[in-house]
């Protein structure tokens, strides 16, 4: 399996008037393809920093990031913008789905910005709400969807461009537990078929479904591991 995440020593910090945040100190990681990673660690120790420097909506203060064999420390946001779209899949823990829009539509927005026709949009956003399971969901807005539904359908959206990686940020922060590990138990149907995910979850029963599990403390790598448990199937 190649290596497609390599960072090395990024930090970032902001400065808020005369304050100074070190939110990334010193973090060095690589992740091969196919893995499936969670992150931890308190809140304010940086996770989603460094999920949002991975996923090219932020560069690092200093450091290199090399993803999929492309140095992207250093581009401007255009550039950053276009590999965004074409690498990385993102869920949110508020499923950021357009509300007037249908499931179909939400799915299907990334392609737009890919340059596909109207037709193949379209099919595209089927199959891949299909493959979440919610082909007969395809014309519901999400207020007319459970929240287990709209991750579902924002899961679709991050799978549709079939891109190198799926980074969700607590995904399944504002579900139910049952809700929750049926979300895990996609995730871990996603890996199966090859996929990389990398997620941030604050609960141990959820970062047990990752085969590798990163501890960040303060902007530092507190300890990084292999799951010795992964959970196979969620509880039922
Ligand atoms: N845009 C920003 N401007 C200034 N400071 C920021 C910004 N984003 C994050 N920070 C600070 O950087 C540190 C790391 O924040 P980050 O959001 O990465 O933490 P986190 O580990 O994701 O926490 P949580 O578990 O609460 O989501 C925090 O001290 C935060 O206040
Ligand atoms: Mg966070």
Redesign the pocket.
């Known amino acids: 399996m190649g290596r497609i995440i390599e960072t090395t020593e990024i930090s970032?910090v902001?400065k808020?008037g005369s304050e100074i945040?070190n939110?990334?100190v010193s973090i060095s990681i690589n992740i091969d393809k196919g893995e499936y990673v969670a992150f931890m660690?308190?809140?304010?120790?940086?996770?989603?920093?460094?999920?949002?420097i991975i996923g090219c909506l932020d560069t690092p203060s200093s450091g290199t990031y090399i993803l999929n064999n492309n140095d992207v420390s250093d581009l401007t946001e255009n550039e950053l913008a276009e590999i965004r779209n074409k690498e990385i899949g993102f869920v949110f823990q508020t499923f950021n789905l357009l509300p007037r829009a249908t499931s179909l539509d939400n799915v299907a927005l990334p392609l737009i910005y890919a340059g596909l026709n109207k037709y193949d949009r379209e099919e595209k956003a089927m199959a891949a709400l299909a493959s979440v399971g919610l082909a007969d969901r395809a014309s519901h807005k999400p207020n007319e969807l459970s929240g287990g539904q709209r991750q579902r359908v924002a899961i679709a959206r991050a799978l549709v461009n079939d891109p190198s990686i799926i980074l969700a940020?607590?995904p399944t922060g504002n579900l139910d537990s049952k809700t929750s590990y049926s979300i895990m138990d996609l995730f871990q149907e996603l890996h199966d078929k090859g996929n990389t995910i990398i997620m941030?979850t604050?609960e141990d029963d959820i970062a047990h479904y990752a085969h590798r599990i990163v501890r960040?403390r303060d902007?530092l790598i507190e300890s990084d591991e292999i799951n010795e448990n992964v959970i196979a199937t969620g509880p039922q």
């Open positions: 970032k902001y808020m945040i939110a990334l660690g308190p809140s304010g120790s940086g996770k989603s920093t460094l999920m949002n940020d607590e941030v604050h960040l902007g």
